[in-house]
């Protein structure tokens, strides 16, 4: 048997040499490579390990949806979007944070969105029960009111208050506005303190015209949220329709404060500071809102009322084909697209644009103009007719309307129907603004509003065919109820002016005007208002209502003709023609009440004002001439333009052609105590 050998004790093998016929230097250099790739390596190692340390944590979802809650609860919607996007980016299925989103979507506007969300958080495990009154909402932003009253049926009891306010939008956006605030009212009666309860309610007050009601709704709403963007516009509009342009322009911005991408706080502030005539402010904020939301139709057609005013009409045509038509049928876009039509000489367009517009608008003058003078344009004289008719039975009608009027009836070969128009055309309005006439019967009016007694629209037609047939007593009575009915109605007390102003009550219809201009202080109050204050001997009131307006609504173009023109009568002839030439700039050559004052104004420029009624030759008399001969040509048998044309050759030295004038216009006007004053200083 062989020998077995304990393992331990076994013959160990000879170490062989690191390599044969390799030198030590060799070796030495072979160590030092491996310790620096050994060192790499570490340094590498380090690096890595640096770069992680210094790596942004990964987003934590839990914290993303709080900072989203935060934001929604503060009113910066947009905020509260982009975190809850955040949050689903970092747990895609985390069901509480899609519903999250949609909450902040519905804030925002965006039906479409909040839809698909909500549709995303039932399918990661939210009970659809507990999402109604989102989905109700959603579908109302869509434009399906039905379908959001249908949600808010299923919605459970706990979400009563956010199911019965998207209850009422829907019946305000059919039209029921008697119920839409009954509901509203229930909601407020169970929870007094509910700012959204009270900004709807303050909305839909608004929107039915009782601005008085929305003015105490919108105070109570942002008195409860101040931070909250939808009460805070609210009470911009109010304040904008109180008050004037300038005063409404702090509640956009402080909404604007709370989310700078807040959509319809962007579109209100961007329209009132394009009425301020501040354009490129007006231009920062629709492109604000266009990055808050791409392809808004509101921003789109604001550009383009500013590309218009700045000439450029295919940039302005463009802009309105973006929007989509999704805003085709408003006035406004109607206005503007029929007025690019017509600058293109597209007169069938414009035609179709501009009835659309006097089918809403039927009591809108200038629309109506606009329409006789597209359809004179296309030979419809019996169109442009029957449009310009409610114009032409007015005793203040416009030279301009006379005019087309005239020429209708050229063209259909009744000359002496054309002739009696331009005789009033060459003559001026005759009176004052008065109520737009009704062909209506009475009986029928009273009928429809007696079946209507919810809807003061019918109640007003009524008022007008009584003071068009000279019952300005019962127009007054009926006046009166329809105050007491709706005392936070501007509409109610213009009526009730009117009516006054019809039965030359003066003094009680100026205040009647001012209690409309605490609730509407627009262009047709304020002139309203004015002219019953001079009417009725309170000149210095006039003037601060005239002084209030411009100071909030400083584009005006019927205030500043008005400043201008008080500026000649108080012999102010610099300023007045500063004011004029900024209206005439802007209007053109074509107002002959504008060319008739800056004669005057001009005329009287380089007089010593010395009391004795002489005319200095040093003045702007060569001027004066030749806006005192253009505003004859417009209407050369309007005593003011003639007697502005005398006064203007009697400054340049042409007695004996300012004596045939003046002598003229006292004729026209023989009561005349200015003019018969100007033809006695001239002899």
């Known amino acids: 048997m062989p020998d077995a050998r304990y393992p331990m004790l076994r ?23 491996r310790l620096l790739a050994i060192c790499v390596l570490c340094l590498v190692i380090v690096g890595i390990g640096v770069a992680l340390a210094m790596r942004p944590p990964r987003p934590d979802a839990r914290r993303l949806l709080a900072v989203s809650l935060t934001t929604l609860e503060d009113g910066n919607y947009s905020a509260a979007r982009s975190n809850a996007q955040a949050a689903i980016k970092a747990a895609p299925k985390w069901a509480i944070a899609h ?79 008697v119920g839409a605030r009954a509901i509203l009212q229930s909601v407020l009666g169970r929870s007094p303190r509910d700012a959204a309860a009270w900004t709807d309610l303050g909305r839909i007050r608004l929107t039915a015209g009782d601005v008085g009601g929305a003015s105490v709704a919108a105070t109570r709403a942002v008195a409860l949220a101040p931070r909250e963007p939808a009460a805070l516009t609210l009470q911009g509009e109010v304040i904008r329709s109180r008050y004037g342009l300038i005063a409404a322009l702090p509640w956009f911005e402080a909404a604007l404060r709370q989310d700078a991408y807040y959509h319809p706080a962007l579109i209100e502030y961007a329209a009132t500071l394009g009425d301020a005539g501040r354009n490129a402010e007006m231009l920062a904020a629709t492109r604000s809102a266009l990055l808050a939301r791409p392809g808004s139709p509101q921003a789109l057609y604001l550009q383009a009322v500013l590309a218009a005013r700045a000439g450029r ?43 659309q517009l006097v089918a809403i608008q039927p009591l809108n003058i200038v629309a109506r103009r606009l329409l006789g003078a597209a359809l004179l344009r296309l030979g419809d004289r019996r169109g442009a007719l029957d449009t310009l008719r409610p ?15 005239a020429r209708a009836f050229e063209v259909a070969g009744d000359r002496a129907m ?3 128009f331009l005789d009033r055309a060459a003559a001026g309005p005759i009176a004052p603004a008065s109520v737009f006439a009704t062909d209506d019967a009475i009986g029928a009016l009273m009928a429809s509003a007696d079946a209507s007694a919810g809807d003061p629209t019918y109640v007003l037609g009524v008022i007008r065919a009584q003071v068009a047939s000279g019952d300005t007593a019962g127009a007054i009575a009926r006046a009166r109820s329809l105050v007491q009915a709706g005392p936070g109605a501007p509409a109610a007390q213009l009526a009730l002016g009117d009516t006054l102003v019809a039965a030359g009550r003066y003094p009680e219809a100026a205040t009647a005007y001012a209690r409309a201009a605490d609730l509407s202080f627009d262009e047709p109050t304020m002139l309203r208002l004015v002219d019953a204050l001079g009417r009725s001997g309170q000149t210095e009131d006039a003037a601060t209502a005239l002084a209030l307006y411009l100071s909030q609504n400083p584009q005006s173009l019927a205030g500043q003709r008005l400043l201008g023109h008080w500026q000649v009568e108080s012999g102010a002839w610099n300023a ?24 005057l104004a001009y005329a009287g420029g380089g007089s010593d004002d010395g009391g004795d009624g002489d005319y200095d030759r040093d003045g702007d008399g060569a001027i004066a001439v030749r806006y005192g001969r253009a505003a004859y040509a417009m209407s050369p048998m309007n005593a003011a333009a003639a007697d502005a044309y005398g006064v203007a050759l009697a400054a340049n030295g042409d007695a004996a052609g300012a004596r045939q004038l003046l002598v003229k216009a006292s004729r026209l006007a023989p009561g005349d105590v200015t003019i018969a004053g100007h033809l006695t200083a001239l002899r």
């Open 418 to 420: 054309a002739a009696r």
């Open 99 to 177: 519903a999250v989103l949609a909450r902040a979507y519905l804030e925002l506007g965006d039906g479409l969105a909040a839809e698909a969300e909500i549709a995303r958080a039932i399918d990661a495990g939210v009970p659809a029960a507990r999402l109604h009154q989102l989905e109700a909402h959603a579908r109302l932003l869509q434009g399906d009111p039905d379908g959001a009253i249908d949600e808010v049926a299923a919605a459970r009891p706990r979400y009563a208050d956010y199911g019965d306010r998207i209850h009422a939008r829907a019946l305000a956006s059919q039209g029921d506005g």
């Open 11 to 33: 013959r160990r093998k000879r170490r062989r040499p690191l390599s044969r016929g390799l030198t030590l230097p060799a070796a030495i250099s072979g160590e030092r490579a």
């Open 576 to 599: 007045a023609i500063e004011t004029l030439e900024g209206v005439r700039r802007r209007v053109g050559n074509r107002d002959g009440g504008v060319l008739t004052d800056l004669a």
């Open 313 to 355: 009409i295919d940039l302005a045509r463009s802009l309105l084909r973006r929007t989509g038509g999704g805003i085709g049928g408003l006035p406004g876009t109607l206005l503007l697209s029929g007025s690019l039509d017509y600058t293109q000489g597209k007169f069938e367009q414009a035609a179709t644009a501009w009835r």
């Open 391 to 405: 114009i032409g039975l007015r005793s203040d009608a416009d030279s301009y309307s006379l005019t087309l009027i």
